[in-house]
């Protein structure tokens, strides 16, 4: 089991910036991927950006070029520095922390943390 904490979430207009914090209950490095998807009303859960243990980004493609997933071990805390900010980055935004057993995902999720971006 690990407990994720999002925070950094908050009210931006568009153009703005915000950078979001996950921190973990013990090491991060144990995970195979840490990441942050996000759900607007109405819509299903969605990838945002993820990083691997090696340290490997991947991002979807509405965020590529604007935000920055990163890690630090030391700290069991991971990032998400989001620039550019448009409306439809209206979100609650998930912390996520994967392994990955003989095929299956195991995924633990953090409470959320709300982004709300005005035009």
């Known amino acids: 089991q690990v407990q994720l904490v999002e925070s950094g979430g908050g009210l931006v207009q568009a153009g703005g910036s915000l950078r979001l914090s996950c921190a973990a209950s013990?090491?991060?490095?144990?995970?195979?991927?840490m990441g942050w998807y996000r759900q607007a009303p109405g819509q299903q859960r969605e990838l945002v950006a993820a990083?691997?243990?090696?340290?490997?980004?991947n991002y979807a493609d509405s965020v590529k070029g604007r935000f920055t997933i990163s890690r630090d071990n030391a700290k069991n805390t991971v990032y998400l520095q989001m620039n550019s900010l448009k409306p439809e980055d209206t979100a609650v935004y998930y912390c996520?922390?994967?392994?990955?057993?003989?095929?299956?995902?195991?995924?633990?999720w953090g409470q959320g943390t709300q982004v709300t971006v005005s035009s």
């Open positions: 996520n922390a994967k392994n990955m057993l003989f095929g299956s995902s195991y995924d633990y």
């Open positions: 013990r090491s991060i490095f144990s995970f195979n991927a």
């Open positions: 990083v691997t243990r090696d340290g490997s980004p």
